[in-house]
Each structure stands twice: as structure tokens, then as C-alpha cells.
């Protein structure tokens, strides 16, 4: 759903990982084992794990395959790794696959379309692995924030190591030379627009440089958090939601919001304009001076020409609420390396985090790591401030069994409609009301 090549949240199996599910005709229980803690002697299943990841890139497949070394080396002995990546187009598919012939992987990263393996009864109970560790400790971890993936109310049925989120990315070289000051948390989306004036350049009436992009705000979860700082949501609660909202006055003033950004005030580029800069690179390539977007991100900012930063997201009507997402893994309750998946899913999450921030591939789940020298080194100054905000923040998912034909044959083509001008706030906010309604 966003362009970014490092984004976990990229749904483009999305559609086909939930009709392929279906027609596999996956069955289980309606609650899963809970595997032996971590303490335990016991070993449950073969010692050799194959674990499953889609490419990332070269930097972060490298990182992840010098972790399974490093797991490797500490756990000799007693269990081996290996690693294999498939794109994620195919990535969902062949998991379906895997668990229609009844031999799942052994264990895999997490995406919402796992949460269809949970309604299935197919994944694993796992907090008996958390809770013998110092992961459920509030000191320690944010713990408040796992509380969307204990699907049952009670256990965790994926184990987090990781936690993205939103902020304003802005190229501090575009605000040195125009002499502005720089964003911070107290700006408001007026500052922004008015710094986005000043920002942008034109040749003739070409415009060659845009002050703003809408960026992730042209996602359904970043269109959010327009509407949570209103008060409001597009559904009543993320997990197994009731009702949708999205005819609230809120909900369609924020709509309208983004879509005059790009038409009636023409502060952002229009999405043929969008696709034209992204041609040139976009914000990494220096044709937008402000864009709001993912963290996962970084990475690949960090070789920009430019002097970058980024700042909290920006007041909308009084309020910031930042979105977050939960990266870690799952591990399927006919896994045929069970203690080993476990073995494997908590060291990331534990012992290997300082690590994880060094490599500032992923952020930490861990607050000591997350706020570590090891993961502030390099990183824009703004960062610390950013993940400030996590404690108020909300889970940007929808889990639901039909989540998938919701956002994607539903909110992605209505909000398709919003950002090309084919429809009003309001028109769009019906429609997805109605279609998404008949899919609860």
C-alpha cells in the first residue's frame, strides 16, 4: 500500500493470500497449544529451524541473515537456523499453500494476513515463551502496545520484536536556504501548509520542487490519524470491529483535508504529479521538501544527498496521535520445529535488540535498545522525540476475517477516487461505509 521498498505493511498479496486461504479449506481449533516456556528442558519438535521473511533489500535480508548466524553461534548445540526469503507477492501464497498441504513453515514474519491463520485456528498459542522472558515487564517493554495482538483477550499469538510508526520527514538543506525554522512537535498542519508555500519551487508554472507531499496520509492507516486526532475512527475498535465510521462529520472533514491539500489549496502535488516526482525520486531524491511517512523508511533516507530530518506528526485540530505496528513472528501450532521457532522469536526480541538498533534496520521493541547510543548513533535528531509518542500511540491495523477484501476492494479503490477528485469527502465516505459494512 505505500511505495517505500523496506515497508512491512505492503499489502500487495493481500487479496490473494485471503482467497487463497479460503479455498485450502484450513480448519482448526478454536484456541491453539501453548508451547512449554522457555525455561523448559523439554524440546518440542526437530532441533533445525527454517526460518521465512520476504526481501526487505539487500541491507536488511544481510541483516537478518547475520542474526540466524549469531543465533546459530549462541545456540550451538541445541538448534540451527537458516533463512529463506521470497518476494511478497509470492510470500503469503506459498504460506497457504504450505498449510492447505498440512506442513506449515516453520516460522514466518508477521503481517495482518496472519491474523486470518489465527481465525483458522492454525497459529500457535505463545505467551507462555513470553512470559519467561522480561518482555511482559512495562519497564522493560512497551507492554501496553502488544495488547491488539492477544487476539483471545489474554495470550499473544505472535511474538513482537519490532514497532514502526509515522512521523514528518522534512530535508533540513530545503528550510536552511529558505531560512525557515525547522518542524517540531508543537507545529500545527497550518504551519506545515505555510512552510509548504515558502518551500515550494517553480519554473514558469512548472512547479520543480513541492514543499509538501500527502505521503503515507494517502493510506488508509495515515488517513487515520486525521481522524483520531478529531476524536474519532474509521471503525469502532481495530479488533473484530462492529462498526464502521466512516460517515462521522470527522471522519469526512479529514478526507476533505487531504484531498484540498492537493486540489483546492494545490499545496501537494496531485497523484499524476506524485507519480512524476516519485519518478525522480521523491522526498529521497529531493523534489519534496516535507512528507509524512513511515519509519521504516530511514533506512534508505540515510543515502540522500540532502540533510534530513524528521519531527512528530503534525497537530491536526489541537491533537497528534501517531499510528504504530507491530513487527515479529509467527509460528504455526503444527510447526515442526516448535521450541526451536520459540527459541528463535524471543532471543530476537530479548538478546539480540542492541544489535537490532545497531543495524537501525528495524527499531526495537525493547525501550533500552530502542533509546540505546547504539540506536540515537546516526539517526536523525528528531528521532528520539518522534518515538516519544509511542505510549499515546494506536495500532494502525483492521483484524478481521475479511480485512483484506475491506481495505482492498473496498477503502483502496473508494480512496482511490478521494485523492484523483472523482469524488466528494462525503460521497466516498458512503460508499466505503456501505461496502465495508456488508463485509463485517
Known amino acids: 500500500m505505500f511505495s517505500a521498498p523496506l515497508s512491512r505493511r505492503t499489502l500487495l498479496g493481500g487479496a490473494l493470500a485471503g482467497s487463497a486461504l479460503a479455498m485450502a479449506g484450513c480448519s482448526g481449533p478454536a484456541t491453539s497449544p501453548t508451547l512449554p516456556a522457555a525455561t523448559s528442558t523439554e524440546v518440542v519438535g526437530k532441533t533445525d529451524l527454517t526460518v521465512y521473511a520476504w526481501t ?4 536488511i535480508d544481510a541483516n537478518f541473515k547475520k542474526s540466524v548466524e549469531a543465533f546459530n553461534k549462541e545456540f550451538s548445540g541445541k538448534f540451527t537456523a537458516k533463512i529463506n526469503f521470497l518476494p511478497y507477492d509470492q510470500y503469503w501464497q506459498k504460506i497457504q499453500l504450505q498449510y492447505a498441504s498440512n506442513q506449515p513453515f516453520d516460522i514466518y514474519y508477521w503481517d495482518v494476513q496472519a491474523y486470518a491463520h489465527y481465525k483458522k485456528g492454525l497459529l500457535a498459542n505463545v505467551q507462555a515463551a513470553v512470559d519467561a522472558t522480561d518482555m511482559d515487564d512495562p519497564a522493560k517493554y512497551p507492554v501496553d502496545l502488544y495488547t491488539p ?3 483471545d483477550g489474554t495470550s499473544l499469538y505472535a511474538i513482537p520484536e519490532n514497532i514502526q510508526s509515522l512521523a514528518l520527514f522534512y530535508n533540513k538543506s530545503h528550510f536552511d536556504k529558505a ?4 518542524p517540531d512537535a508543537t507545529w500545527t498542519w497550518d504551519k506545515v501548509i505555510e512552510a509548504a508555500t515558502a518551500l515550494t519551487q517553480k519554473s514558469g508554472s512548472k512547479v520543480t520542487r513541492w514543499g509538501l507531499d ?5 493510506v488508509w492507516w495515515g488517513l487515520q490519524t486525521l481522524a483520531w486526532s478529531a476524536g474519532t475512527a474509521f471503525f469502532d475498535k481495530p479488533l473484530e470491529p462492529t462498526a ?10 479529514s478526507m476533505r483535508f487531504v484531498q484540498d491539500l492537493m486540489w483546492a489549496k494545490h499545496v501537494a502535488p496531485r497523484p499524476d504529479e506524485r507519480d512524476a516526482n516519485n519518478q525522480s525520486g521523491g522526498f529521497a531524491g529531493g523534489i519534496v521538501s516535507m512528507m509524512p511517512g513511515g519509519t521504516w523508511n530511514i533506512t534508505s533516507y540515510q543515502q540522500m544527498k540532502d540533510e534530513w530530518d524528521m519531527a512528530p506528526l503534525p497537530l491536526y485540530q489541537g491533537k497528534s496521535v501517531m499510528p504504530y505496528f507491530l513487527g515479529g513472528w509467527v509460528i504455526p501450532k503444527q510447526s515442526a520445529a516448535l521450541s526451536a521457532a520459540q527459541a528463535f522469536a524471543t532471543w530476537r526480541a530479548t538478546t539480540f535488540q542492541d544489535q ?5 534496520d528495524w527499531i526495537p521493541i525493547q525501550n533500552a535498545a530502542r533509546s540505546s547510543a547504539k540506536m540515537l548513533d546516526g539517526m536523525p535528531s528528531g528521532f528520539d522525540a518522534a518515538m516519544k509518542a509511542l505510549p499515546s500511540a494506536q495500532i494502525g491495523d483492521l483484524y478481521h476475517a475479511n480485512s483484506q477484501k475491506m481495505l482492498n476492494e473496498v477503502f483502496g479503490p473508494d480512496l482511490d477516487d478521494l485523492f484523483h477528485n472523482k469524488a466528494t469527502p462525503d460521497e466516498v465516505a458512503n460508499k466505503i461505509q456501505e461496502g465495508a459494512t456488508a463485509l463485517l
Not at 531560512?179 to 525547522?182: E, S, T, V
Request: proline share 3%; hydrophobic share 45%; charged share 20%.
Open 56 to 59: 526487505n533489500g539487500a541491507t
Open 149 to 151: 495482538w492477544k487476539f
Open 179 to 182: 531560512g525557515l525554522a525547522y
Open 214 to 218: 500527502i505521503g503515507d496520509l494517502g
Open 244 to 253: 464502521f465510521q466512516m460517515t462521522d462529520p470527522r471522519v469526512i472533514e
Open 356 to 360: 537490532m538498533a545497531a543495524d537501525h
